[in-house]
């Protein structure tokens, strides 16, 4: 059974920082590729970050590049999404993600119906 558990939000006034990890177990971790992905209240869920399988390629939502960061840790089964300088538009719940099947181009990697597993989300709250 695959699970990914996400952990690290919370309230946070704007420009600080947090980081969130989500530990995966059940699947070949090192081989999936892994995105983070937001829902902000009201609005449809949306791309934020991703990595491929070695953690050498990532990708960025352009509302979030140069302040949020995606890394993996193989050895622990963990990706880890480090949000900076945070705004409150930053509100929302935030999923990770796991795709076992090989990516084929990079857009998949922001679709959110190309990946196979999902964590239960973690609240962050940005206030002004």
């Known amino acids: 059974q695959v699970q990914l558990v996400e952990s690290g939000g919370g309230l946070v006034q704007a420009g600080g920082s947090l980081r969130l990890s989500c530990a995966a177990s059940g699947l070949s971790f090192s081989t999936a590729a892994v995105g983070w992905f937001r829902q902000p209240p009201g609005k449809e869920r949306e791309f934020v970050a991703a990595?491929?399988?070695?953690?050498?390629?990532?990708y960025y939502a352009a509302s979030v590049e140069g302040r949020f960061t995606i890394s993996r840790d193989n050895a622990k089964n963990t990706v880890y999404l480090q949000m900076n300088t945070l705004k409150p538009e930053d509100t929302a719940v935030y999923y990770c993600?796991?795709?076992?099947?090989?990516?084929?181009?990079?857009?998949?990697?922001?679709?959110?119906?190309?990946?196979?597993?999902w964590g239960q989300g973690t609240q962050v709250t940005v206030s002004s």
């Open positions: 993600a796991a795709r076992r099947r090989t990516v084929i181009n990079i857009r998949q990697y922001t679709i959110s119906d190309e990946y196979d597993y």
């Open positions: 990595s491929n399988w070695s953690g050498r390629s990532t």
